[in-house]
T-cell receptor
Framework: GENVEQHPSTLSVQEGDSAVIKCTYS??????FPWYKQELGKGPQLIID?????GEKKDQRIAVTLNKTAKHFSLHITETQPEDSAVYFC??????????????FGTGTRLQVTL | SAVISQKPSRDICQRGTSLTIQCQVD?????MFWYRQQPGQSLTLIAT?????????ESGFVIDKFPISRPNLTFSTLTVSNMSPEDSSIYLC???????????FGPGTRLTVL
């Protein structure tokens, strides 16, 4: 099955700096890669996703890049703000077999934005 | 997008009892899933809730311990049976459209078993 690794486990940046979180996946047939933000006491919130036919996607301060050859994808947050502080999870959907849309999650990155 | 609600939001239960968690989606979704999240850990898929048929369980999870129902396209329940302290966790429901893969999560149910 799919295996997703995520680094770093913790990340501390100063307000206004950029943050980058990286994930690798094992199943070369994976074709969908979402990123979730989870604040304390809340469920994961989808913040951006990318499909395998696209190399990069941006949404305001957030961008995701995908390198299919290397099987890795990254989340980039620019001009970080204190409200960006949360745990971020990457995920990958492996090849369809039986139950579609089954996601495998990374281990999470705790991002802290300091003033 | 889909808005997902869960009840209860939290509960404290005694060992040996069972708790049923409800998940409601505001629009029809083709896929519904149940996850477990241990404190400070990632999400682990328990099962896929199938409408009108038995749920599909992941390795390590069995129907006798986690019976699931999904009577229609917008509602599902997860029961945690014969609970032990090891079942203390956050249980999350998610829903998505199978064609486009996007999954949205509920706020979670925080379960503590004494």
């Amino acid at each position: 099955g799919e295996n997703v690794e995520q680094h770093p486990s913790t990340l501390s940046v100063q307000e206004g700096d950029s943050a980058v979180i990286k994930c690798t996946y094992s199943d070369s047939a994976s074709n969908y890669f979402p990123w979730y933000k989870q604040e304390l006491g809340k469920g994961p919130q989808l913040i951006i996703d990318i499909r395998s036919n696209v190399g990069e996607k941006k949404d305001q301060r957030i961008a995701v890049t995908l390198n299919k050859t290397a099987k890795h994808f990254s989340l980039h947050i620019t001009e970080t703000q204190p409200e960006d502080s949360a745990v971020y999870f990457c995920a990958a959907r492996g090849s369809r077999s039986g139950t579609a849309s089954k996601l495998t999650f990374g281990t999470g990155t705790r991002l802290q934005v300091t003033l | 997008s889909a808005v997902i609600s869960q009840k209860p939001s939290r509960d404290i239960c005694q060992r040996g009892t069972s708790l049923t968690i409800q998940c409601q989606v505001d629009s029809q979704v083709t896929m519904m899933f149940w996850y477990r999240q241990q404190p400070g850990q990632s999400l682990t898929l328990i099962a896929t809730a199938n409408q009108g048929s038995e749920a599909t369980y992941e390795s390590g999870f069995v129907i006798d311990k986690f019976p699931i129902s999904r009577p229609n396209l917008t509602f599902s329940t997860l029961t945690v049976s014969n609970m032990s302290p090891e079942d203390s966790s956050i249980y999350l429901c998610s829903g998505g459209q199978g064609e486009v893969d996007t999954q949205y999560f509920g706020p979670g149910t925080r379960l503590t078993v004494l």
